[in-house]
């Protein structure tokens, strides 16, 4: 945590921020300006709220989970201004500093092991576990705690290693069941039926799931590298060149599409384009080489066209290979 006069010269990715009015915004993406920040408020002030922040009730806002409370992810994702934050949440140090809050869990022992492999300064947590809202009221924690990773250059190195971290803390891959019910929530808030459902689902190679008090918990890592630059450009509103076009090609830079914002490169019918993709439960949602077919509207980003993927209805991602 930090005050305002020790804020740091640029929020990243997965950090939180505590706002004026309460909110809590998480930030999306690593922008160069030092002004501003693209973020979504994920926590909100509610006296109605079953979270508790600093002993006043908080609710947490959600954007892909049915009923989908927006048609497009740019009524959720914004540019905020820093002059707002009164307090800055750094996700490595959440992890660091807040492990204690989750020992004698497996959550723990997860964070352990992922430290092992990638070293302190390199294993963040992200979601609920920065602000401390990921506690019951009895100081249990409430379902789970999610990690990433940082660095483009560990995703190998955790996908060679998930096996064997997953039979260490009791972890499987995801039971059939568990992802057809994940299917049909996703058919409810990307409504296209284009969207390869079934193909994506295979692209979600870090997830996991475990048997909690006879619960089903999901978990997946998610990574960062705040050495990928995201452009404010990319939620801007009027910057849209042809609105809704449906652009195919093939996905390289594919790694990139772990990360988020999600991104990748399209060589395609219209030229290579870079490719900003808003959907957060689609977690990898292209590999190296895959012929696809996007829906989306080409936007201008800080002077070169590139496809934007935000709308839940319209758009689609529609892979061949």
């Not at 979601?127 to 705690?145: F, I, K």
């Not at 998930?162 to 568990?178: C, D, H, I, N, S």
């Not at 808003?278 to 829906?295: A, I, N, Q």
Request: hydrophobic share 35%.
């Amino acid at each position: 945590m930090s005050s305002p006069d020790q804020l740091p010269e640029r929020f990243y990715d997965n950090d939180q921020v505590l706002a004026e009015d309460g909110r809590i915004f998480r930030v999306i993406g690593n922008v160069s300006s030092s002004d501003s920040f693209i973020g979504f408020n994920l926590y909100r002030p509610d006296p109605d709220g079953t979270r508790s922040f600093r002993g006043q009730p908080y609710t947490r806002n959600r954007v892909e989970d049915p009923p989908r409370p927006y048609d497009d992810a740019l009524e959720a994702y914004g540019v905020v201004s820093r002059d707002t934050v009164v307090e800055h949440f750094d996700a490595l140090r959440a992890a660091q500093d807040g492990s204690a809050s989750f020992r004698g869990t497996v959550w723990h022992d997860l964070y352990e092991g992922l430290v092992e492999l990638f070293g302190k300064d390199s294993v963040g947590a992200l979601g609920s576990a920065l602000p401390g809202l990921h506690l019951n009221n009895d100081g249990r924690v409430r379902n789970d705690v999610d990690f990433f990773v940082e660095g483009l250059q560990n995703i190998p190195v955790l996908a060679a290693h998930l096996t064997k971290l997953r039979q260490r803390f009791g972890f499987t891959e995801y039971a059939p069941e568990v992802e057809a019910k994940i299917r049909r929530g996703w058919e409810q808030v990307f409504t296209n039926p284009d969207n390869s459902y079934d193909k994506v689902m295979q692209r979600r190679w870090s997830g996991m799931q475990i048997q909690l008090a006879g619960q089903t918990v999901l978990n997946t890592f998610r990574f960062r590298d705040t050495n990928v630059v995201t452009p404010l450009d990319i939620v801007a509103r009027d910057r849209v060149i042809d609105k809704n076009v449906a652009v195919s090609g093939v996905a390289t830079d594919a790694a990139k599409s772990n990360l988020w914002p999600r991104s990748f490169t399209l060589d395609s019918d219209r030229g290579v384009l870079p490719v900003h993709f808003l959907w957060w439960k689609f977690c990898s949602p292209v590999r190296e080489e895959d012929e696809v077919t996007l829906r989306g509207d080409i936007v201008d980003v800080e002077g070169q066209e590139a496809l934007r993927i935000t709308n839940y209805k319209d758009h689609s991602i529609h892979i061949h290979s």
